[in-house]
């Protein structure tokens, strides 16, 4: 009953304020409550010893960061909030990481929001693309400063 008042609380404050990364930690946990009490469920009705409950509960912890490494959350996060109008400051948005586009089309577009004038992502992504292939993130590899 407490994961899912906490499921709900974390969902009303999304609507209100917009995405975080914090409250995209709070879902994650909040799921891998519920998987561990599903586990610890099977483990007392089997009858199956601690090393199970252990062993079960380090590989989904496991698997929760090795399927969270494939979404760019930084993204994500600036899409929801410019699409609902929530949360969309110009120093929020700038602390995300890996949504630059997303960024500069939304600023592009509402220039009067904009609290600083100059903005020093948009030379940065100059700069990592031009960085060597040990040291950069494809990420910018991608990303068009023609526009």
């Known amino acids: 009953m407490l994961i899912v008042c906490a499921i709900i609380k974390n969902s009303e404050y999304v609507s209100f304020f917009g995405l975080t990364y914090k409250r995209l930690g709070v879902y994650a946990f909040l799921i891998l409550a519920i998987i561990g009490l599903v586990i610890s469920f099977i483990k007392i009705t089997k009858q199956k010893t601690n090393a199970f409950l252990f062993n079960q509960m380090i590989w989904y912890f496991y698997g929760t960061i ?10 994500l996060i600036t899409n929801y909030n410019i699409s609902v109008n929530k949360g969309v400051e110009q120093r929020f948005l700038r602390s995300l990481n890996f949504n630059h586009k997303a960024y500069y089309d939304y600023f592009k577009l509402h220039p009067e929001e904009m609290e600083d004038k100059y903005d020093y992502k ?3 992504v100059a700069r990592v693309q031009n960085e060597t292939i040990l040291s950069k993130s494809l990420y910018f590899e991608f990303l068009d400063t023609n526009k």
């Open 66 to 75: 090795l399927l969270c490494s494939f979404v760019n959350w930084g993204n």
């Open 122 to 124: 948009e030379g940065n």
